[in-house]
């Protein structure tokens, strides 16, 4: 990084984002020494000791705790956790199981979707149980993950940096950004990533027990390469929905894995 661009606004920016840089003198030597640290999101998970028992899951996704959580990385080579404060609040927790299905299917898709970046969001706390908003997402198995983007054909993430806000974004029943039509959910590479994700979690004696998307999105999703697939396979996308739950899922996709 060279010292002509870094202007006052540049620097705002960095610091609003997860500790990249602190309040050190903007002058080379300096910044560039803080650039090699880690951020605070990534200190964190540095920081977090895992106690290398087997997670345990117990009752439901909507009445339930974990033990023994693992916490997901804030980051890898293809995905982010989408909301600092979500991600130092310790939200980030899931079982040992579905935390390698999540990484084992990032991994496979740096090949299968090169190039593309993913965003996963909410999952569970530390101990599971009660997560306000969520009515799940309490033993460990079930996560959020962020809806990708194309505009104009061509992936997007314009969206894709607001932390919490991502949740309130609406979109029309096609898929299409409220405030620009050409920004559309990439229905493909959800079914895609389901499928993938199915099957990595089936070689962790998981199997995704329920996916919750928008339901007007279901025909466009089906209509697609991997969403014909995505049909054959059973995997189960829920039938109907609340009109508010409906609503909250137009911008991410929910699942909920169960063990077999
Ligand atoms: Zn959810």
């Not at 009515?135 to 990708?148: A, E, I, K």
């Not at 894709?160 to 493909?188: A, C, I, P, Q, R």
Request: with cysteine; glycine share 6%.
């Amino acid at each position: 990084m060279t010292k002509g661009i870094l202007t006052p606004v540049i620097i705002v920016l960095l610091l609003s984002s997860c500790g990249e840089l602190e309040s050190q003198q903007p002058n080379s030597s300096s910044l560039q020494s803080k650039e090699e640290q880690l951020s605070d999101c990534e200190q964190h998970y540095q920081n977090w000791e895992d106690n290398l028992l087997k997670s345990i899951v117990s009752g439901s996704v909507s009445d339930g705790s974990l033990t023994n959580g693992k916490m997901m990385p804030y980051s890898g080579s293809n995905f982010t956790y989408f909301d600092d404060d979500s991600y130092l609040a310790n939200r980030a927790f899931t079982s040992q199981e579905v935390k390698l299905s999540i990484l084992d299917t990032y991994k496979k898709m740096e090949a299968l979707a090169p190039h593309r970046q993913f965003y996963l969001m909410e999952l569970s706390n530390e101990k599971g149980g009660k997560i306000y908003p969520h009515r799940t997402h309490q033993n460990g198995l079930s996560v959020d993950f962020m809806m990708p983007m194309l505009k104009n054909n061509q992936p997007y993430y314009g969206l894709d940096t607001l932390g919490k806000n991502h949740y309130l974004l609406s979109f029309n029943e096609k898929g299409e950004y409220s405030e620009d039509k050409e920004v559309k959910v990439d229905f493909d590479l959800i079914a895609l990533h389901i499928l993938e994700l199915n099957k990595s979690a089936k070689e962790q004696d998981l199997r995704i027990s329920k996916v919750i998307i928008k339901i007007e999105y279901k025909d466009y999703l089906f209509k697609t390469p991997n969403g014909k697939k995505l049909k054959a396979s059973g995997i189960y996308i829920v039938k109907g929905l609340t009109p508010l739950i409906n609503h909250l899922h137009d911008d991410h996709y929910h699942i909920d894995f169960e063990e077999i």
